[in-house]
């Protein structure tokens, strides 16, 4: 409209200022030129327009690129904040992998420890095996050598006895351990299955006379009928061997018989039954491991073959139960050592075998009579520490209520031996029970969860290894 206006009053100008009246042709110029501008105008409006929207579409376009633009920044924005956000994340991830792998690179090290511990304890214990059983052949071969011996000695033993037949028969002497009268010998000689010697031949009499150092009773007297001497058989002496003026009865009661330590066969004497000594007794087929002192010498073919031969047998037999029982002993003690692991003396602690869970733990020491060690004491601690090379677990746990540790026999703690910063439930994890670390020299430690697997310090008082396994 505006520029319809314009152009209406460009048209009356040029009409007023057109002098004199105005004729035909230049009406038709005038009529001319209005429609010549009023293409122009058309034509200006049209690019006006055209301008118009080509701005529209500028803006347009701008509006829309800057909005777009404006999502996308803020959508940059975001995808940086998310990034930024799972890069902390991740290297909180990388810190605690950090962590974990050095956890895991000390554990790595422990276990090539203790693998090259074990190793080596393996090593020891074969060559401890190899030698315990080289004992186990060395003494299979001395029992069977042994055994050879015994039926050697018998074999001997029975061309003895053949040799002697009816002379003497297997008759062993034995004196008696305290001094009594003549009676009373006799009657410790019979309470014993023997008699108070008999004295029959001059070999026996020699035999005897050789190894008395003292005065000793023999199976002889005249106590039944004064002048009439028997022996305790009830047989009646026909061979004396009498010191010289002896018997003579002297004071009218001598009537039992002594030997005297002599270098003569002559030794006898007539003394009073009530005088006080040891006597001498033999029994055929009597055992030489008699309570009696035993007196049987080599030097008397009666002994040499029957009581001699005994004495060698039963010292042979006694041999053979020391060496088994050394092997038994020697064995146990190695079997006891395979099944527990390791023991430390008399004080009864030992390490239980296999790596298991708190409980478990427990009860395999429980299974043996003992349980999980209690440390009450620093010198104890001290002592466990030196002892153990890899973590272990003790006798203490918080599992009954959090936060009041309490020992397997129900006792409070009272003085512990913490790691720095222990016990700390590390990242809420319900680590309720303890082990010893032996990385630390005496505050080592450390609450771990009770399902860790690891080997524990049992103890069991007044215990030892030999069979108690």
């Given at each position: ?241 009498w010191y010289e003026e002896e018997p003579n009865n002297a ?123 209690i440390i009450n004491t620093e010198e104890k601690q001290r ?38 910063g222990e016990p700390n439930n590390y990242r809420g994890a ?40």
């Amino acid at each position: 409209m505006e520029l319809q206006d314009i152009y209406e009053n460009v048209a009356n100008d040029d009409i007023k200022d057109t002098p004199g009246p105005p004729t035909q042709n230049h009406s038709q110029d005038e009529g001319k030129d209005g429609k010549c501008r009023g293409s122009r105008c058309l034509v200006l409006m049209t690019v006006c327009l055209g301008l118009i929207c080509v701005l529209l579409l500028v803006f347009i376009t701008l509006y829309i690129t800057t909005t777009a633009e404006r999502d996308l920044l803020k959508s940059y924005k975001n995808t940086v904040e998310e990034f930024n956000h799972t890069i902390n994340s991740l290297q909180d991830k990388n810190t605690d992998l950090m962590t974990e792998k050095d956890q895991l690179k000390n554990n790595c090290n422990s276990l090539n420890q203790k693998k090259l511990e074990l190793e080596t304890r393996v090593n020891e214990l074969s060559v401890e095996k190899s030698q315990l059983q080289g004992s186990v052949d060395a003494s299979n071969q001395k029992k069977l050598e042994l055994e050879t011996r015994i039926t050697s000695l018998s074999e001997e033993l029975k061309k003895e006895k053949s040799k002697q037949g009816n002379l003497c028969g297997p008759v062993c002497f034995f004196m008696s351990s305290e001094s009594k009268s003549w009676s009373e010998s006799r009657q410790f000689c019979r309470d014993r299955g023997a008699d108070l010697v008999i004295i029959n031949t001059e070999e026996k009499q020699r035999h005897l006379t050789s190894f008395i150092k003292e005065r000793v009773w023999i199976g002889l007297s005249d106590s039944e009928t004064e002048g009439i001497m028997k022996w305790v058989d009830n047989s009646t002496l026909n061979q004396g061997f009498w010191y010289e003026e002896e018997p003579n009865n002297a004071g009218g009661d001598e009537d039992c018989v002594e030997l005297m330590p002599s270098d003569s066969i002559q030794n006898w004497n007539d003394l009073p039954c009530s005088a006080q000594m040891k006597g001498i007794f033999s029994s055929d087929g009597f055992g030489c491991s008699h309570p009696a002192v035993p007196c049987c010498t080599t030097a008397e073919p009666d002994c040499d073959g029957a009581g001699g031969s005994s004495l060698v047998l039963i010292t042979v037999c006694l041999g053979i139960l020391c060496l088994l029982l050394i092997a038994a002993v020697t064995l146990q003690h190695f079997q006891c050592t395979s099944q527990r692991g390791f023991l430390w003396g008399p004080d009864g602690l030992f390490m239980s075998n296999e790596n298991k869970s708190w409980s478990d733990t427990r009860h395999y020491c429980r299974d043996r009579g003992a349980d999980l060690v209690i440390i009450n004491t620093e010198e104890k601690q001290r002592h466990i520490t030196s002892l153990v090379k890899e973590r272990v677990w003790i006798g203490l746990s918080e599992i009954e209520t959090e936060g009041i540790m309490k020992w397997v026999d129900n006792s409070i703690l009272k003085q512990g031996f913490w790691v720095d910063g222990e016990p700390n439930n590390y990242r809420g994890a319900d680590e309720d029970c303890i082990e010893l670390d032996p990385q630390h020299t005496l505050n080592n430690w450390n609450d771990l969860k009770c399902s860790e697997k690891k080997k524990g310090i049992c103890e069991k008082y007044g215990s030892s290894c030999f069979f108690s396994c």
